[in-house]
């Protein structure tokens, strides 16, 4: 009489048990990519925009495997990027603000090596959204740009100099900077090269908003910034920077003003929480709506070069006297792209310059070296089949390959002859790739299962057909490969032999965020 | 049912009918006695020739038995009625001597042809019981008897089967519990169960009630996971088991019999994808295992479904409790890439599965 109720009981403790051990379904590996991943010297770090994840796939073998080095990442990862100057990258991510259910994350820069190793660098609870490194990738500079209603109160002109040669925990490594005194919201921050100021290289960070430049001594960062107020009556908008290569100067253009203001620095006494130096400025005239500047020359006989699209102008200026040559432009132009070669009618190799504007047919060649002699013979203006859109430059191989609303066309800069290409889509600046070593262009439309190729020298073109739509195309120049990324949840990526570009010689990869996802989670 | 309540009504008859064969002179006698009036006294019953009545009305006739008694009856049909039910009416119509007479049947037969009003008492015929009729009467009996007893020996005898149920049939729930976090991406989580199937057979006995069986199974599990990768694809995780196992049985008592369980085995794992990954493919990959387990049959006495005839002897029904620890290989999942594209395809590995942990087992089966 008691065996079925035993029984039964048994079995009810067993199905409960069942029951009772039921987990909630994790989380899924769904990969949302940030832009396009950051190619280092072996490999690709994928990082999430959704998930708190950043993958480092290896495409260094000859046969990748699909296996990832998954980096966890603080919240809200919003820009990724290569150090500069290192096999290293670097994600922001902006953090959280406290809720019902999750704490607050602060911002966080994060420093990822080639063994996935991260050093996370926090930098407050401000949603920083940009970063501008050095040119030796030593400093980067993390700031806010546009507006933001993530945070109760927020200053705006916050900024944090991380120094990535340190440890996140050593002294001086992260360094919080609010420019005092500063009546308007930065726009923009740029870090120069080293310059010989008051007898001490120093590298400054140059801080661009409504009215002002701001100047920090990254060197002295416990200093006070200089601020110089560019016009007292209006928001002129500076813009552009252009740092001089053989002089501590360097050059200020704004959107909404004729003058092209010239920063020179000199030896200032100052109390201890001061700058020990001060820039005198010098507003050369710029034309009538400048739009470009650039530098060209070296030392004395450094000159600046500007395009005034209103006035419809090319100006040469000679900073130490002032003194302007200004030529008149068939078209006005916008852009400036300098380069060195020669020209039809001169064989010397000097600097010359290409001048074009978007949404212009007309392109035109200017030779800025003694601009002053036989003007008209220094311009040339070239009519292309349909307005440029873009630009993109091939100067080690004397060409300009022209993205253009219908196709490209690839410009002999020595000879000055176009190539018109015919594309199936409009190309962005960022579409094409380059291959120095086998002068060979690569394009990868968005949505396309195919990769196009067109041969420099002998503008021959042909295409490869991929398995998968393109997402975007990563060059891996060192190890003699294209990397083709695709738009796929699980992660996909195809290598492409630059020496051997067929499908036979191309190898996927594919499903590498996906890779050991039975053992996440396994101490 | 009906065969056995006419062997009891027939068994009944029977025990009726030899009483009644043992008392009918006695009756008999007593009978006329009442009829008479006068005082019954103990006689030997006349010999059959002569008294076909008496045969009738007290032997009850086995037909056998009164040869003579089928003239009688001819002649007279109060006597041809059924035994008993004779010697009555004869002697309620007042011939009592038809039954009691040697000789008196060729009397009753006049008798019955005379009207009745002019029926007068017949006299009184005084019995004679010859010492052969009544061994004659005993003889009968006895060989009705012997008849009888043989009757029954014909019948099959009960006989008692071997009740020892050496093999075993068994329907199983195996519900493994899982510790690898891998499995959190499964429909189960943290369990799997198996269905199964097994045979064992009892192979030695190494003491009065212990026994030694050998056993062979066969399981199957299934898992799923809607959303491994993403909302969108998912993955079928299935596998077939074969296990082999030596288990100990102690007999303790006549329903629940504790025991011991070594076994072990392989199973084949397939990982299939569907959604946005179904075009992956995995490998079937293999992992051997070795458990222990202890646990109860409970299970029918022994003999409860045997027949008369010793059939079904050593049929039982049972339920079966194990738990035990089961240690097996990891298995590691390779996906490869889809067939038919241009450019080979590298898949990932999915990492392992660790499956070693504490199971428990319940099974349904059946001893024969």
Redesign the interface.
Same mark, same amino acid.
């Given at each position: 009489m008691m065996?079925k109720p035993?029984?039964s009981t048994?079995?009810t403790c067993?199905l409960a048990?069942?029951a009772a051990?039921?987990?909630d379904?994790?989380p899924?590996? @769904?990969v949302e990519l940030l832009g396009r991943p950051v190619a280092l010297d072996d490999q690709l770090l994928f990082t999430d925009a959704r998930q708190q994840y950043a993958y480092l796939l290896d495409v260094a073998a000859a046969?990748?495997?699909?296996?990832t080095i998954r980096i966890g990442l603080p919240p809200r990862a919003v820009v990724t990027e290569r150090r500069r100057e290192h096999d290293e990258a670097l994600v922001l991510c902006s953090g959280r603000r406290a809720d019902g259910a999750r704490d607050a994350a602060p911002a966080a820069l994060v420093r990822i090596t080639t063994e996935g190793q991260s050093h996370v660098y926090e930098l407050g609870t401000t949603p920083f959204n940009a970063v501008t490194q050095s040119e030796d990738g030593r400093y980067a500079i993390v700031y806010r740009t546009g507006t933001t209603d993530s945070r109760t109160l927020d200053n705006p002109n916050e900024l944090v100099v991380v120094d990535l040669d340190k440890l996140p925990d050593a002294a001086g490594a992260v360094t919080r900077k609010t420019p005092d005194g500063l009546g308007h919201t930065l726009t923009r921050v740029l870090v120069s090269p080293t310059l010989r100021i008051a007898e001490q290289d120093r590298r400054l960070l140059v801080v661009l908003s409504a009215a002002e430049v701001t100047l920090f001594d990254l060197t002295h960062l416990d200093r006070r910034a200089t601020i110089v107020q560019l016009d007292e009556s209006r928001q002129i908008e500076p813009e552009q920077v252009v740092w001089s290569k053989s002089n501590p100067t360097l050059y200020v253009r704004a959107r909404s003003s004729d003058n092209i203001f010239m920063f020179r620095f000199e030896a200032h006494d100052n109390d201890a929480l001061g700058n020990d130096f001060r820039p005198t400025i010098n507003p050369l005239s710029g034309g009538d709506g400048p739009r470009d500047i650039a530098l060209f020359g070296t030392g004395s006989a450094e000159r600046l070069l500007v395009v005034a699209e209103q006035s419809s102008q090319v100006l040469v200026i000679d900073p130490s006297s002032s003194k302007t040559t200004a030529l008149a432009l068939q078209k006005p132009a916008q852009r400036i792209l300098l380069f060195e070669g020669v020209s039809p009618s001169d064989t010397r190799v000097q600097t010359r310059a290409l001048l074009y504007s978007e949404k212009q047919q007309a392109i035109t060649f200017v030779d800025p070296e003694d601009l002053s002699e036989s003007p008209e013979e220094k311009l040339e203006t070239i009519q292309v089949s349909s307005p440029v859109t873009g630009l993109f430059p091939l100067l080690a191989e004397g060409r300009v390959m022209l993205l253009q609303m219908q196709g490209v066309t690839l410009l002999n800069l020595g000879e000055r002859t176009l190539t018109p290409i015919s594309a199936s889509a409009v190309l962005t600046q960022e579409a094409p790739l380059f291959d120095s070593e086998r002068k060979r262009l690569w394009v990868g439309l968005s949505q396309q299962p195919w990769i196009g190729t067109l041969d420099i020298e002998s503008g021959m073109t042909d295409e490869i057909?991929? %398995?998968a739509a393109v997402h975007s195309l990563v060059p891996l120049l060192g190890l003699g490969r294209l990397a083709v990324v695709h738009a796929d949840?699980?992660g996909y990526v195809?290598l492409v032999d630059l020496e051997r570009p067929a499908?036979e010689h191309? +190898?996927?990869?594919?499903?590498? @965020?996906?890779?050991? +996802?039975? %053992?996440?989670?396994?101490r | 049912m009906k065969a056995g309540r006419a062997r009891f009504a027939g068994r009944v008859w029977g025990a009726a009918l030899l009483v009644a064969a043992a008392y009918a002179p006695t009756r008999s006698v007593d009978a006329q006695a009442a009829v008479s009036g006068e005082p019954a006294a103990p006689v030997p019953s006349p010999p059959a020739a002569q008294t076909p009545a008496a045969t009738a009305s007290a032997v009850a006739a086995p037909v056998e038995s009164a040869p003579a008694g089928t003239t009688a009856a001819t002649d007279a049909p109060a006597a041809s009625a059924a035994p008993g039910a004779v010697a009555q009416p004869a002697a309620a119509a007042d011939a009592p001597a038809a039954s009691a007479e040697p000789g008196a049947a060729a009397q009753a037969a006049e008798s019955t042809q005379a009207p009745a009003s002019a029926r007068a008492p017949a006299p009184r015929a005084r019995r004679r019981w010859s010492a052969a009729d009544v061994a004659r009467i005993r003889a009968e009996l006895a060989a009705q008897r012997a008849a009888k007893a043989a009757a029954r020996k014909r019948r099959k005898p009960r006989v008692y089967g071997d009740a020892g149920a050496a093999n075993m049939l068994g329907f199983e729930l195996l519900g493994s519990f899982r510790r690898d976090v891998g499995y959190e991406h499964f429909e189960r989580g943290a369990t799997s169960v198996r269905l199964g199937v097994f045979g064992s057979r009892d192979v030695l006995t190494l003491a009065p009630k212990l026994i030694a069986s050998l056993e062979l199974g066969v399981g199957f599990e299934h898992d799923s996971a809607k959303r491994l990768f993403d909302a969108s694809s998912g993955a079928k995780l299935d596998s077939q088991t074969l296990h082999g196992g030596l288990t100990l049985r102690w007999d303790a008592l006549s329903c629940v019999s504790p025991l011991l369980r070594a076994w072990g085995g392989a199973s084949l794992f397939q990982l299939t994808f569907s959604g946005s990954a179904r075009d992956f493919e995995t490998e079937r990959t293999s992992s051997r295992f070795g458990a222990l387990g202890a646990g109860f049959l409970f299970h029918t006495p022994a003999r409860t479904f045997e027949s008369r005839g010793g059939r079904f002897s050593s049929f039982g029904l049972g339920v079966l409790i194990e738990a035990g620890y089961a240690w097996r290989s990891p298995v590691d999942f390779e996906i490869s890439g889809a067939e038919g594209r241009a450019i080979r395809v590298i898949g990932p590995s999915l990492g392992g599965l660790a499956l070693s942990g504490p199971y428990l087992r319940s099974a349904f089966v059946v001893r024969m």
């Open positions: 065996r035993l029984v048994l079995f067993l048990t069942l051990c039921r987990e379904d994790p899924p590996v @769904f046969e990748p495997k699909a296996e057909r991929l %398995d949840a699980l195809t499908p191309a +190898i996927s990869v594919r499903g590498f @965020f996906s890779s050991n +996802i039975f %053992d996440r989670g396994r | -």
